[in-house]
């Protein structure tokens, strides 16, 4: 393989990054640690394997910056939004996968491309001088060798956040003689129909000793390294969560609105809901139950939401120390690491939260090594756009003294000029210059100059 590009780590990021650059016709050498290597949280060899969800989140491109986010990937040729567009399952007015299909899908793509040669070996330190072009994309849960490497160039300590896994239920475990099928608000999504979620209704008793049952109950314990180590605030482990106020889970992911309960006609006190995450619709995810409670006290405490007192559980919930670099001081405009311009990274170590924001920075590092390659100088997307202002934020828009991972959203673009409508329609207003902004950035025509059909 003649000057290839080497891409390290098959996760979202790198998966992305490789097939960008392979299929505008360059060759990838992709590395990838696993089976050789395994991690905390992985449970398998796959490129593009999804550790906590199975959920890509909103899919609405008109409202949601992450439905932006997807339509903008979509547009721009992605890899991992159209396995996903093939893998979906129901969820509501979110975009979710069978995750086995979906990195299997991926798997096999880039197994079968003639420019992609994948190494199974664990990268031990930064890449040395004679690989040229390199995009490091190893991911939050980059193996320690790397790590203290990518520590030593860089004079920066690794900053670092832990991440926590959501249980899975086995449907027919479920008593559906309380729990109901219901999205909220009954909004259609794109897998399915109205009826994507089951809800598990708690009256007022009920939640309050459910509460108290998680703030009691056995925890993981720390090591002593890990103890000062802070989480992500959009990935709250329930207990810590439950620890902060009696009413926050009921305001956040147990909160009651939009769901009718067939027994009583009305929405619950709170309520538990379960997202579908296989394709054959017999497992279902706990949505925002990240845990870090021991998996006996998993079963006892979750056992005690109405609906679930015979639940089967086909995983446990899980937590992992994710890392990541302080980007805005130590990354440039393109992802290049300043003391190392022939070295981006990308994905969550870079400091963006969310599977689908990992994806779009490992796409974007991919489109620059290849602007290189072909003797350009990469330009970033308009920072009006969804992936714009999440590399933007990476890359300087946020503080380096209190850099923390961030998922993509409306405060991380400018404001429109002039006078904004209130409500919903002022991110349609967003939305709609973010992909008139993406057209121009991609060279593609607009409604206006394409050609009438024949």
């Known amino acids: 393989m003649t000057n290839p590009i080497h891409v390290i780590g098959g996760g979202l990021a790198g998966s992305e990054a490789a097939w960008q650059i392979a299929s505008a016709g360059v060759p990838v050498i992709l590395h990838e640690m696993r089976p050789v290597r395994p991690t905390e949280a992985h449970k398998s060899e796959g490129f593009a394997e999804l550790v906590c969800s199975n959920s890509f989140r909103s899919d609405d491109k008109d409202y949601n910056a992450v439905g932006l986010l997807h339509e903008e990937m979509r547009r721009a040729g992605s890899l991992i939004l159209a396995a996903a567009d093939r893998q979906k399952v129901p969820a509501g007015s979110a975009l979710a996968v069978d995750r086995d299909a979906f990195s299997d899908d991926v798997t096999k793509i880039l197994t079968e491309h003639p420019l992609i040669a994948i190494r199974r070996e664990e990268v031990t330190g930064l890449p040395p001088v004679e690989w040229g072009a390199t995009i490091v994309a190893t991911g939050p849960l980059t193996a320690p060798s790397l790590a203290e490497a990518i520590k030593a160039e860089s ?74 180590t802070p989480y992500f605030e959009g990935c709250l482990p329930i207990e810590v969560m439950a620890a902060r106020g009696p009413l926050t889970l009921r305001y956040g992911p147990m909160k009651g609105v939009g769901l009718d309960d067939p027994r009583t006609g009305r929405w619950p006190y709170a309520v ?153 329609d002022r991110k349609r207003v967003y939305t709609m210059r973010a992909l008139a902004d993406l057209q121009d950035w991609l060279g593609l025509p607009t409604a206006a100059e394409q050609p009438a059909e024949l």
């Open 155 to 228: 004079g920066e300590e690794s900053l670092a956040f832990f991440d926590a896994i959501a249980p899975i239920v086995y449907r027919d475990s479920v008593d559906f003689s309380i729990c109901w099928m219901q999205s909220r608000y009954d909004k259609e999504g794109p897998g399915g129909g109205k009826a994507d979620y089951i809800n598990c209704p708690l009256d007022h008793d009920q939640y309050h000793a459910f509460i108290e049952a998680l703030i009691a109950g056995d925890k993981t314990e720390f090591k002593d390294w890990e103890k000062d």
């Open 272 to 424: 538990v809901q379960l997202r579908q995450d296989n394709a054959l619709g017999t497992l279902y995810n706990m949505v925002g139950f990240q845990t870090k409670l021991k998996h006996a006290a998993q079963v006892e405490i979750f056992r005690k939401i109405p609906g679930l007192a015979k639940a089967e559980f086909a995983r446990l919930g899980g937590l992992h120390r994710n890392i990541f670099l302080n980007s805005p001081r130590l990354l440039d405009e393109t992802l290049r690491l300043r003391s190392r311009p022939n070295v981006r990274f990308a994905g969550q170590i870079t400091g963006c939260e969310g599977y689908v924001e990992s994806a779009a920075v490992g796409l974007l590092a991919g489109r620059f090594a290849l602007a290189e390659r072909a003797g350009l100088e990469p330009v970033p997307p308009p920072i009006t756009t969804a992936m714009g202002a999440l590399l933007s934020h990476i890359t300087g828009g946020a503080a380096a003294e209190s850099f923390q991972p961030m998922n993509v959203n409306f405060g991380l673009f400018p404001t429109p000029e002039g006078k904004l409508p209130k409500g919903r």
